[in-house]
């Protein structure tokens, strides 16, 4: 019984984990601006995130956990450096 | 290690799925808001739903899950929820600055001009 509910519960998450991630994507491609895209960007990666450690509770594996941790740091430096690019012009000054 | 959720207690089950549909349904209310909103600085508040509270209903469904399945406390989940709480308002800050900036610089009539600490007349 305990499996059936939380099998159904990781499935309709990952329904709109990844119902999430297409409407980002689809922001990153009609988004009329760079800053527009970069939040595209930023909102795809952390639905990314979100989908693996559902993915890890659904197999009972810990091993996607450091998945979405690589995935959580290196977004960050990324959406920082993209912002400090439309900032200034450049990553580093 | 893998963790079978067939010997979970029938309430730790379904605290975990309430947990995880709510982070999910977050996510995807905030996701939509994105694609939804009008202009770029009504938009970037949308996202956040899901890194606020979609990251932690997802990593308290996680952390509950995990404890319960190994009989030990696993709270390393948490490292995660820390993390993107504080670099989320950073990062959309820089970009809401780096957003000001160009539209400043291209003279947008529809943002506020930079204040010069002086009354305007």
Do not use: C
């Amino acid at each position: 019984m305990s499996a059936i509910i939380v099998f159904t519960a990781v499935s309709i998450a990952q329904l709109m984990l990844v119902a999430a991630m297409a409407i980002a994507s689809v922001r990153m491609f009609i988004g009329p601006r760079a800053q527009d895209r970069i939040i595209a960007l930023d909102t795809f990666y952390i639905n990314a995130m979100l989908l693996l450690v559902t993915f890890g509770v659904g197999t009972g594996r810990v091993v996607y956990f450091e998945a979405a941790l690589v995935i959580g740091m290196l977004g960050f430096v990324a959406t920082v450096a993209l912002a400090k690019f439309l900032m200034r012009g450049e990553v580093i000054e | 290690m893998i963790y079978e959720a067939t010997d979970l207690p029938l309430p730790v089950a379904i605290a975990v799925a309430v947990f995880l549909l709510l982070g999910a349904a977050l996510a995807l209310i905030g996701a939509i808001g994105f694609l939804r909103l009008p202009t770029f600085y009504e938009r970037i508040h949308a996202p956040t739903l899901g890194t606020s509270w979609g990251i932690g209903g997802i990593m308290l469904g996680s952390m509950i899950f995990f404890s319960v399945g190994s009989e030990r406390l696993v709270i390393h989940e948490i490292l995660i929820g820390i993390f993107v709480t504080v670099t989320t308002p950073v990062t959309f800050m820089l970009l809401a600055r780096a957003a000001l900036h160009r539209d400043r610089a291209e003279r947008n009539p529809k943002v506020p001009g930079k204040q010069t600490g002086e009354a305007e007349v």
